[in-house]
């Protein structure tokens, strides 16, 4: 396995597959090492570092908290979103981020996707946005 998101949202991905992200986005991530058990092969946590206020709510099936739902820190606030679409104008030289609002997509540069696909990185699905 090259890269999974272990249940929890935060990619752990395989040394080979860090070395991309390290060489085509070194601005955008930080990598951390872990261990895991039964694995001899080493494995980081990825961490994008940027967050970027680009959801594009018109093109995007998005639902708002609101008072009705009972937690009111949260009103106003990404309930939901389906069919995610981004303003690509607003990433400008990012390569990798999580949107900001709903930091549950990671989303990469087609180069970056690109390069994922010719190495064959393994546990990788890309939808794009």
Avoid: N
């Amino acid at each position: 396995m090259d890269f999974t998101e272990a249940g929890l949202r935060i990619p752990v991905v395989h040394v080979r597959v860090a070395a991309l992200f390290t060489e085509l986005a070194p601005a955008d991530i930080q990598l951390i090492p872990v261990d895991i058990k039964g694995h001899a092969d080493q494995y980081l946590l990825l961490v994008a570092t940027r967050l970027i206020r680009c959801i594009d709510e018109q093109a995007s099936r998005i639902r708002l908290w609101t008072h009705e739902d009972g937690v009111p820190e949260k009103v106003g606030h990404y309930a939901s979103v389906r069919d995610l679409r981004i303003d690509k104008t607003k990433v400008g030289a990012a390569r990798v981020f999580r949107p900001e609002g709903w930091t549950g997509a990671l989303i990469v540069s087609e180069d970056l996707k690109l390069s994922l696909e010719h190495v064959k990185a393994t546990g990788v699905k890309f939808t794009e946005v």
